[in-house]
């Protein structure tokens, strides 16, 4: 960051940015890279509570359960709250996208898409999914006993959410290919590709330790894009 005065004696205030010219950091801008930075702490933010209970809570397993089944029993409030939490910092990253992509291709979609992912976590948080897979502790394995309103309501949030997202990764892919930056439209595409595979993995109902796994792994996946594209854009507003 560097400072110049201009014509009448005040001082002007640069903010420089790798491989741009320096432009003029405006109290705008600040508000937009707050906002971005939000979508940088989403996705980890998301992952390490996650982990930290699905490593510390009685009868979770990796290779069984995905992380949503963490919002039941009398610790469960920490994953519904994680959950919720979430979705409100991507839906502040989605406004965040709203005021950096300025023109161009997803200009009014992706924030939209990104606003209803996190609206999907909020609220797959608010209603639990319905205890399955021998979790929690003395819960019969297989599928839920009984479908409950809650339960359903989590599976439509977290549906819902999780299409506009990996819409949202096709369409910054198209936006980035058509930016020139190559790497950013593969890895756009990639995450969207590899997050659906997963989704319609986990949708099958099927429990096997692969289907569960590669889910895991869509959401690591698919919360480093998050984080990858917010700091992007972060660093190239102007």
């Not at 209803?116 to 019969?140: E, Q």
């Not at 930056?181 to 692969?210: D, Q, W």
């Amino acid at each position: 960051m560097s400072a110049t005065v201009s014509h009448d004696g005040s001082p002007i205030v640069w903010l420089r940015t790798e491989g741009r010219r320096p432009t003029e950091c405006t109290h705008q801008d600040r508000i937009t890279r707050s906002l971005l930075a939000y979508g940088v702490l989403a996705g980890p933010f998301y992952v390490l509570v996650s982990l930290a209970q699905a490593v510390t809570r009685d009868g979770f397993d990796l290779r069984r359960h995905d992380w949503s089944l963490l919002a039941n029993g009398s610790p469960g409030w920490i994953q519904a709250v994680n959950l919720v939490l979430t979705g409100l910092m991507v839906i502040a990253a989605a406004v965040g996208f709203h005021r950096a992509l300025r023109g161009g291709i997803g200009e009014a979609w992706v924030p939209r898409l990104l606003a209803t992912y996190g609206l999907g976590l909020a609220g797959a948080g608010i209603f639990s999914a319905d205890p399955m897979a021998g979790f929690p502790a003395g819960t019969p394995d297989g599928p839920p006993v009984t479908f409950t309103v809650h339960g359903m309501l989590h599976v439509v949030f977290g549906g819902i959410g999780f299409v506009a997202l990996i819409l949202a990764t096709f369409v910054m892919a198209k936006r980035f290919r058509r930016e020139g930056r190559r790497a950013r439209a593969v890895g756009s595409a990639v995450t969207g590709v590899a997050f659906l595979a997963g989704f319609i993995g986990i949708s099958s109902g099927s429990g096997a330790p692969a289907v569960v796994l590669a889910f895991t792994a869509a959401v690591l996946i698919v919360s480093g894009w998050l984080s990858s594209t917010s700091a992007y854009l972060y660093r190239h507003l102007h």
